[in-house]
């Protein structure tokens, strides 16, 4: 028998004291019982393989499904069965502990893990002496009293091992309390900032009156602004970092400043910007005239995704037409200039773009003369345009200036998250406290036995395979000089 | 130093592994220690040759080779040859050997056949969280897969306890033993998967801005922990030894398999890791 539970510990603490009202001490039951947390541990399993089998199905890659009130409802079962366990048994550790039992069967030892029973000459005092003299050279910690002429010797070892599973479960609860914490207090949402420009608030995801998510702005409380953003890649154009050159201002003032990059988050007033996203937000062309009067002529770009998920890129006019459409008039000459396609990796050819990732831009160019008019060849082709690139078209020149970038930042606040990690140490500190260390303890009875004194040495443990061979043999060592 | 030479050096380990795994069987059924001991032998070399090859990769490739499902592989077949080097060393039962070389070697054809070419690292991976979070996910996830074979060793000793007959009697140690090693196996790849999940969300919070995604990799990570944490409770507060603390245990390999290799096919974050 490796693993004899110490029964003489458990005796003690076995009555029940209380008098409580019977539904309420019925749920107290419920949730300290042990059946009850093994069903709710399968239960959080079987559920969670659930959801992430019809997340699959749907395509659907949000954990809204784990944010349903039957998921927190499960979670908050588990976390009220941690909590009625930890203090169903404190008392009992506390006792373990500090205040252990140290009345001694020695009927009783003889069942234990590893038991000794051998006689020694001299006084019960003399014996007595020696064996915790043995057992505190092996770095038991050793009680005693008298009993009815007979000494009961309680020497334990690792005690700490005691608190192991204890402090396990509390920094689950602690985890857990971070965690709600965080979400009432804190909030996840995301901003979109230009080149050149400042931003003093972010969107989160509401719900509204009828349950739909929507975005909803919320004030900054200072600005932040993005002098660049730039992609970094290797030598093959694998992007290797997305790089945005923040700035904070409060009060205005620039307060901070930092080139922030995936694993590289900027912080500022407990708020934290995590670089997330990027894309164009406008180009920019230039249409000189004949009479060398230049005219720059914004457009917009709509960032969106194809069917494949893949990146594409749309210019609308900051008209109200939408269109990417705009008219220049110079020495009595009018143009209308429409900017049909963006590519973000110009390559030339049938393919146009290499890729979706911003490596070369460029703009597919058409003029009209005669706008509205529309057809018949109205629209003449310019070509393709890369930035910096210019093209003349009667007595025009047509420049593609520059393209804007946004960078797209998870903003967060999360003030549980001191909290958080503090479980996350407790956690792997409990676990390594239960399995790593262990409490053993030794009872010695030691009696009169006609004219010798008799030893009786019972060892015990809760760790499954733990040896006491050496312990003992210190024992009998001690007794046999 | 390339890429391809150390995959051919893998397999050349590979190859060594199989002897290893053939000298093992070979004492299983005839008891000659000699043999088993030409065994361990050869399979020092296979993992040496084995450290060679990570050694090669990642000077190839000038990072530590924690990234792709070839690399995590091959390390944790790494893992596995010198964890059983290590039981036979503890334990001094050579018949174990009959069922971990085979089990490496099964592995590391296995591994020697996924795509070593290589891998684009996205950003998000370029990260000192990375080594930390692969290297606990090899001895958690290699803790179980032990623990695991040993739940087979367990019924084949069961067997043989019932029937003096059998071939197993006295070439397998005692079920009880082996009941008892498995619970300490989990409780150390426990531990271990406990350090990998919150390492993956300390990095997920300085990634992503969150610790927790509930990405489907997590999820089942999660799943699996629970799985083990069962199994623990049910050994350590319930009594429960032998035959349904077992049964327990294989099924937590079923969710560690799932976690690893399954959950490629539910996407998410952890997408890149993907076999193809």
Known sequence: MANTIDQLDEQQTGASESKEVGALKALWDLFSSMKTAIVLLLALAAVSIVITVVNAKRGDDSSAAYQTPWYLMLLTLVGINLAVCSINRFKQAWRRTFQPNLRAEPAQLKKAAASESLTSTGTVDEVTAKVEKALRSRAYVVAKEERDGAVNIHAAKGRVAIWGPYLTHLSILVIFIGAVWGSRTGFEGTVNVTEGKKQSTYSVQQKDKTGQFVAVDKPLNFELGLKKFEIKYDEQHNPTGYKSDLQVYDGGKQVTRKVIDVNHPLSYKGITFFQSSYGLESISMTVTGPDGKSTKLPFAVQMGADENGQQVYNVIGMNESGMALETVTAAGKKLTIFVHNLAPDYVGGEQISGSSLPLNPAVQVYVNEDFPKMKDGAWKPVGWLTVGQSEKYKGFTITFDRVVQYTGLSVARNPGLPLIYLGFGLLVLGIFISFYLTHRTIRVHIALSGKKVGVTAGAFSRTEAATFEKDLARLRHELEA | ?276
């Open chain 2, 1 to 276: 130093m390339t890429i391809q030479l150390g995959a051919d050096v893998f397999k050349v380990a590979v190859g060594i592994y199989a002897l290893a795994a053939i000298l093992y069987l070979v004492y299983l059924s005839n008891k000659q220690k000699a043999i088993a001991d030409a065994g361990r032998g050869v399979l020092i070399a296979g993992l040496l040759m084995n450290t060679a090859a990570l050694v090669i990769r990642g000077v190839a490739l000038g990072r530590v080779p924690f990234l792709n499902m070839y690399e995590y592989m091959i390390s944790c077949i790494w893992g596995a040859a010198a964890v059983y080097l290590g039981v036979e060393l503890i334990t001094k039962n050579r018949f174990i050997g009959a069922f971990a070389a085979p089990f490496v070697t099964l592995a590391g054809f296995m591994a020697a056949r996924l795509p070593y070419q290589e891998h684009i690292i996205m950003p998000a991976l370029r990260s000192a969280w990375r080594v930390p979070h692969i290297a606990s996910a090899i001895l958690a996830y290699g803790a179980f897969a032990v623990a695991f074979m040993m739940a087979i060793m367990y019924l084949l000793a069961v067997k043989a306890e019932g029937n003096k007959e059998s071939f197993w009697v006295s070439r397998i140690p005692s079920s009880k033993f082996i009941d008892q090693a498995i619970y300490r196996v989990i409780a150390f790849g426990f531990l271990m998967q406990t350090i990998l999940i919150l390492v993956g969300a300390i990095w997920a919070q300085m990634s992503w801005g969150r610790y927790w995604g509930w990405d489907p990799k997590e999820t089942w990570s999660l799943i699996t922990w629970l799985i083990y944490a069962t199994y623990l409770h049910t050994r350590t507060m319930m009594g429960w030894r032998g035959r349904n603390s077992v049964m327990m245990a294989l099924f937590g390999f079923l969710a560690v398999i799932f976690t690893l290799f399954g959950v490629n096919y539910l996407g998410g974050l952890h997408a890149y890791s993907a076999m193809k």
